[in-house]
C-alpha cells in the first residue's frame, strides 16, 4: 500500500441548497401526522432544531456545530479534514428516538454510527453503515437518550464531514430506566489473562456458585472478562472477592473485545464484596487488575453485571423436526420417490452445476434409509448423502462419482463437493467408481460395496488430480490412485489395498494402507489417529424425526467408527436447532445462539455483516450443500468462544470486497483454557478469497483456542476467477492462512494456498499436523514485491521461534511463479532447531520447473527448479 500527501484547497460552495430546502420542507412534511394519534402516542416530534450542537472539530468558524441543527439549509457544521469525527446535539431531557435525518453536503461520511446517551459519555450504536452515500439519508431508528450523535469513522471525500442539516425526531418524556435485578454475567463465556491451575478457571466467577473461584498467576497485570453476547447498557457491577483482592484495577467495556472503555477505576480498594454503580455499555465486560492487595493473584468468587435493558433479540422460529423446511435447494427423496424423478433432478443438478465453480448456487441431495437406484455425478457445490444412522441404512445401486470430462479430463480444479453417509453397489459388469477431485471434496462415511470393485482417485487414462480427503470410509476392494499427486485416507478401511503414488500420500489409522515408504513411492503411514471426532451428520431415525448425530471422541483410533460396529455418540433433534435459511441476519442467527439453539444452514451464500458469535460450549454449526458465510462490509464471518466442544462443520467462509480482519476466529485472542477432554472441532470448513468476485481478507482462519481440532480444511486465496471477474497481487489480497496460537492443536488434511505472506503461522506448542498441501502464490510480480525482510518469499508453513514442540507429517509445498519465473522462495519450512520440533516426510516441487525453491526446511534440502523440480527429505532435524 502506498500513501501520497495532498495539498488541501478551498472547496466552491455546492449549488445545491434551493433544492435542499424544498427537499427538507417536503420530507418534514412527509414526515408530519395528517391524521388523529392514539391517546397513548404523541406524534413524533422534531426535537434537535434550535438545541445546543457541540463536535469534535470544525473546518472554520462559518462552519460552527449549531449551524447543523439552525433549521437554514443554507448554513452547514463542516469537521478538520481527519478521521474520526463527531456531531452531537443535546435534545435538553430524555427522548425516545425514531427517526433521523441527515443531509449531506457534499463532503459526506461513508462509514458512520448514530448513537445516543443519557450523559453525553456512555453512547449506545442505534444505526451503522460503512456504505453511505451521502445525499438526504431519512433512517428510522430506535433508540432513547438525552444526547444524540453522528459519529463519522470513514470520509467518503478528501475533505471533512459537512451536514446542511441533523434533524433528530422523536418522542420527549422518557424517563432514565432502572438498573435491573438480572446477573447477565451468570453463564456468559467468560475468559482470564491467566489461571493458577486447572480448578480456578474463568468460568468459575460467572457460573453463580459462590464456592467456587477464578484464580490468577501472581503478577501485574491481570484480567477478567466475560462475554455478554450482545450489546449491553451496563448499570451495576458486583465483585465478590476472595482474600486474594485488587487493590487497583478498572472495570471496562468493549464492542468487538479489543478496544477498552474504562468505566470505573480505583486504586485503594480493599477487597470483599463491592457493589459498583457504573454507567458504560458493550458486549464485553472486563475486570482488570493492575495492583494486587496480596502476594497471590487476583481471586474472584463472583462477578455480576447487571443493565438496564440492552439490545432487543429477534424472534426466532422453532423447527419442526418431523417436516423441516430445508431450503428451496435440499432435495429428500424416499424409497417410494420414482427412481426417473430421482434421476431427471440429479441430472439436472449436474448440467447446471458442472462448470459452476464460482457460481452462488448450492445444493444438497438427501436419501432417507433404504435402497434406490440411481447414478449420481456430482458437479460443484452439490452435496450427496444418505440420511441413515450408518452408511449401509443406504444403499445406491449404481454411481457416487465425479468426472473431469469438463476440463478435458484434468479434474485439478474438481473443487467443492461432498460424498457422505451413503453405501454404493456398482451396476453388473462394472467395477470402476470414479473421484476424480482435488481440494474440498471430501469422501466421507462412504461404503464402496464389492471386493472386485476398485476406486479410482483421478479421471482413469488421461489428465491429473490434485489432492482430496478419504475418511470414515470402507472401500471393499482396490483404491487406485494413478495420476492423482497428492491424498490423505485417515481412519478408514480398504479391504484390497492401495496402489499408486505421485508426491504425497498420507495413511493415517487405516486398516489396508501400504507399508511405509518414502519417497519411492512416496507413502507416510501412520498406524493411528491420536484424538479425533468424526463430522456429525443429519438423520432419520425409525419414527421419521430429523435428528444430528454428533460422534464421540475417539482416542489412539483405527479404521471407520461405524462398520461392523455401533457409533459412539450423542444424537440431538432438530428442534434443538435453529435452521439457517439465506436472506437471514446475523442478528438473527445470534438471537438463536442466545437461547441456546444450534445452527444448520441450508445451502446457499449467507450473507453477514456482524459476526455469527458461538458462545455456548457444545453447539453444533453443521452446513448442507456446502453452505456459504460471506462476510461483507469487512465483518468477521464467525467468532467462536473459548468453550469446551463447539463442533463447525460443512460450511464454506468466502470474504467480501471489503477487506475482513479474518474470516473465523476460535477463541479470543489470550484464550489459555484446556479444552483436553471436549476439543472444539472443523469438519470440512472451506475459505476462499477472490473468485466469484474480489475478496479481501488480512488474515483467514486464526486458532487461538487450546486443543483444537481441524478435520480437513483448504483455506484458498484464488489464483482463478469466474469470467470477467480479476484477480491479482493487489486485487484479492490476503497475508496469512492459518494462524495457531492455541496449544495443543491438530490439524488432520490440511491444505493452505497462495496466501501473499505466511501460508500458515503456528505460534503455540504441542500443535500437530498430519498431511499438509500447499501451492505458493502464483502472482508475485518481482522478488522486490515478495521479501520477507532480507529473506526471499515467505515460508509455506513458519513455526515460530518461540515454540519448544511441533510435529508434522506427510508435507508438500509446490511452486508456480508463472508472472515471474525468476522469483525464488528462500524456504518451504521455517522452523526453530529443536529436537521436539520434527518434521517427516516433505517434497517440494517446481511445478513445470516455473520458479524455484531453494531449500526445503531451513537451511536443509536441495533446490527444486527447471533443472530438478521434486525434491524429496524425510526427517527434520
Known amino acids: ?144 437518550g438525552r444526547y444524540v450523535r453522528m459519529n463519522g469513522t470513514a470520509r467518503g471525500t478528501g475533505y471533512g464531514y459537512s451536514l446542511w442539516e441533523f434533524q433528530v425526531y422523536g418522542e420527549t418524556g422518557g424517563s432514565t430506566p432502572t438498573c435491573g435485578s438480572t446477573n447477565v454475567a451468570q453463564g456468559a463465556p467468560a475468559t482470564a489473562s491467566s489461571t493458577q491451575d486447572a480448578g480456578l478457571a474463568a468460568s468459575a466467577a460467572v457460573d453463580g456458585n459462590p464456592g467456587t473461584r477464578w484464580a490468577s498467576a501472581a503478577s501485574d497485570p491481570q484480567w477478567l472478562r466475560v462475554d455478554l453476547g450482545s450489546t449491553r447498557t451496563i448499570c451495576r457491577v458486583v465483585l465478590t472477592w476472595e482474600a486474594a483482592y485488587a487493590r487497583a484495577f478498572q472495570l471496562q467495556t468493549s464492542a468487538d473485545g479489543a478496544t477498552w472503555t474504562t468505566i470505573y477505576s480505583t486504586t485503594t480498594a480493599t477487597g470483599g464484596t463491592q457493589s459498583l454503580t457504573v454507567s458504560g455499555s458493550g458486549r464485553y465486560l472486563r475486570v482488570y487488575g493492575t495492583a494486587r492487595g496480596t502476594a497471590y493473584g487476583y481471586s474472584l468468587w463472583e462477578l455480576a453485571a447487571h443493565t438496564t435493558g440492552g439490545t432487543s433479540e429477534p424472534p426466532v422460529d422453532g423447527t419442526d423436526p418431523r417436516n423441516p423446511n430445508l431450503g428451496p435447494n435440499t432435495y429428500v427423496f424416499d424409497p417410494s420417490t420414482p427412481t426417473s424423478t430421482i434421476q431427471s433432478r440429479l441430472n439436472t443438478l449436474f448440467t447446471q452445476q458442472e462448470t459452476n465453480q464460482f457460481g452462488p448456487q448450492r445444493y444438497a441431495v438427501l436419501f432417507k434409509p433404504g435402497s434406490y437406484t440411481a447414478d449420481v455425478n456430482l458437479g460443484f457445490f452439490t452435496q450427496v448423502a444418505g440420511l441413515g444412522l450408518s452408511p449401509d441404512d443406504v444403499n445406491l445401486n449404481g454411481h457416487v462419482r465425479t468426472e473431469a470430462f469438463w476440463m478435458g479430463g484434468n479434474a485439478t480444479q474438481n473443487f467443492w463437493r461432498a460424498a ?83 508426491w504425497n500420500m498420507v495413511f493415517q489409522g487405516v486398516t489396508g494402507a501400504p507399508a511405509p515408504s518414502f519417497p519411492n513411492p512416496s507413502h507416510t503411514v501412520i498406524a493411528q489417529t491420536p484424538q479425533v471426532r468424526e463430522k456429525p451428520f443429519l438423520y432419520v431415525d425409525g419414527t421419521g424425526e430429523y435428528r444430528v448425530f454428533v460422534p464421540a471422541l475417539r482416542t489412539n483410533s483405527t479404521g471407520t467408527s461405524w462398520y461392523n460396529k455401533t457409533p459412539a455418540g450423542s444424537s440431538i433433534s432438530l428442534s434443538q436447532f435453529f435452521v439457517v435459511q439465506t436472506g437471514t441476519s446475523a442478528a438473527t442467527i445470534n438471537a438463536a445462539l442466545a437461547q441456546g439453539k444450534h445452527l444448520l444452514f441450508t445451502p446457499g451464500v449467507h450473507h453477514v455483516t456482524e459476526p455469527i458469535q458461538v458462545n455456548r460450549a457444545d453447539t453444533v454449526v453443521l452446513g448442507l450443500g456446502l453452505a456459504t458465510i460471506q462476510a461483507d462490509n469487512g465483518s468477521v464471518g464467525m467468532r467462536v468462544a473459548d468453550v469446551d466442544g463447539v463442533k463447525v462443520a460443512g460450511l464454506m467462509f468466502e470474504a467480501g470486497t471489503t477487506n475482513s480482519p479474518v474470516l473465523m476466529e476460535v477463541g479470543p485472542t489470550g484464550s489459555s483454557a484446556s479444552h483436553a477432554s471436549n476439543p472444539t472441532s472443523l469438519h470440512d470448513v472451506f475459505f476462499r478469497i477472490g473468485g466469484p468476485h474480489v475478496g479481501r481478507a488480512t488474515n483467514t482462519l486464526t486458532v487461538n483456542s487450546d486443543n483444537v481440532i481441524g478435520d480437513h480444511m483448504w483455506l484458498w486465496r484464488a489464483d482463478h476467477a469466474a469470467s470477467g471477474v480479476p484477480t491479482g497481487w493487489t486485487l484479492n489480497t490476503a497475508d496469512t492462512g492459518l494462524t495457531v496460537n492455541g496449544d495443543n492443536v491438530t490439524m488432520y488434511g490440511l491444505f493452505v494456498e497462495h496466501y501473499q505472506k505466511y501460508q500458515t503461522i503456528w505460534n503455540g506448542n504441542g500443535g500437530r499436523t498430519y498431511f499438509y498441501q500447499n501451492e505458493l502464490p502464483y502472482d508475485v510480480p518481482n522478488q522486490a514485491a515478495w521479501m520477507n525482510g532480507s529473506t526471499r518469499g515467505y515460508a509455506a508453513y513458519k513455526v515460530a521461534d518461540s515454540v519448544t514442540s511441533h510435529q508434522a507429517f506427510g508435507l508438500g509445498s509446490y511452486s508456480y511463479f508463472n508472472v515471474n519465473p525468476a522469483v525464488v522462495e528462500e524456504r518451504s519450512f521455517e522452523v526453530p532447531t529443536n529436537s521436539n520440533v520434527r518434521f517427516t516426510n516433505m517434497v517440494t516441487v517446481s511445478l513445470g520447473g516455473v520458479g524455484t525453491i531453494n531449500r526445503v526446511i531451513n537451511n536443509a534440502g536441495g533446490t527444486a527448479n527447471a533443472a530438478n523440480q521434486t525434491v524429496y527429505l524425510t526427517t527434520y532435524p
Not at 460552527?64 to 478521521?83: E, I, K, L, Q
Not at 471393499?476 to 492401495?498: A, I, K, M, P
Open 1 to 144: 500500500m502506498t500513501s501520497r500527501a495532498t495539498s488541501v484547497r478551498p472547496r466552491p460552495r455546492r449549488a445545491v441548497r434551493h433544492l435542499l430546502v424544498g427537499l427538507t420542507v417536503a420530507l418534514v412534511a412527509a414526515l408530519t401526522p395528517t391524521g388523529a394519534t392514539a391517546p397513548a402516542q404523541a406524534a413524533p416530534t422534531l426535537l434537535s432544531q434550535g438545541r445546543t450542537a457541540t463536535a469534535s472539530s470544525t473546518e472554520n468558524a462559518g462552519t460552527p456545530a449549531s449551524a447543523a441543527v439552525d433549521g437554514n439549509t443554507g448554513t452547514r457544521w463542516a469537521s478538520a479534514f481527519s478521521d474520526p469525527q463527531w456531531l452531537q446535539v443535546d435534545l435538553g431531557a430524555r427522548a425516545t428516538i425514531s427517526q433521523v435525518n441527515l443531509i449531506w453536503e457534499g463532503a459526506y461520511g461513508r462509514a458512520f454510527q448514530l448513537q445516543t446517551s443519557d450523559d453525553g459519555a456512555t453512547w449506545t450504536t442505534i444505526y451503522s453503515t460503512t456504505t453511505g452515500t451521502g445525499g438526504t439519508q431519512s433512517l428510522t431508528v430506535t433508540g432513547a
Open 420 to 502: 457422505e453417509n451413503l453405501s454404493v453397489t456398482l451396476p453388473a459388469g462394472q467395477t470402476v467408481e470414479r473421484w476424480a477431485v482435488s481440494q474440498a471434496a471430501p469422501y466421507r462415511r462412504m461404503h464402496l460395496r464389492g471386493g472386485q470393485n476398485q476406486i479410482q482417485l483421478w479421471n482413469g487414462g488421461d489428465g491429473w488430480s490434485s489432492g482430496g480427503l478419504l475418511a470414515d470410509t470402507r472401500i471393499d476392494g482396490l483404491v487406485v490412485s494413478g495420476s492423482q499427486q497428492q491424498w490423505y485416507s485417515r481412519n478408514s478401511e480398504f479391504g484390497n489395498g492401495w496402489t499408486g503414488s505421485v
